[in-house]
Nanobody, 122 residues
């Protein structure tokens, strides 16, 4: 059983940075990818960034490309999301999830963390 725990959320001013962490415990190597997803109030959950656990290749949604960077530390079973240039539209609950395919669709992810709130406001 894989457990994922997100941390690092909080309140940040527009334009500021924030780094989210996702700690994995259990059989992470049964999975192929880790994704960061977010859900804002009244909106559907959307994929933000995904990373291959094998070669570290990362991909981003157009809305965050150039501002967010996803990385992994296999030795520590950690995945990170560095968020720069935050805007109000980034306000959401952010989740990390483990999936069996490197895709943005959440249907491919079957192990989820509890989420961490990110609020961008002055």
């Amino acid at each position: 059983q894989l457990q994922l725990v997100e941390s690092g959320g909080g309140l940040v001013q527009p334009g500021g940075p924030l780094r989210l962490s996702c700690a994995a415990s259990g059989s992470i190597w049964d999975y192929y990818a880790i994704g960061w997803f977010r859900q804002a109030p009244g909106k559907e959950r959307e994929g933000v960034s995904i990373i291959s656990l094998s070669d570290g290749s990362a991909y981003y949604a157009d809305s965050v490309k150039g501002r967010f960077t996803m990385s992994r530390d296999n030795a520590k079973n950690m995945v990170y999301l560095q968020m720069n240039g935050l805007i109000s539209q980034d306000t959401a609950v952010y989740y990390c999830a483990a999936g069996r395919a490197l895709v943005f669709g959440d249907y491919a992810y079957d192990s989820w963390g509890q989420g961490t709130q990110v609020t961008v406001s002055s």
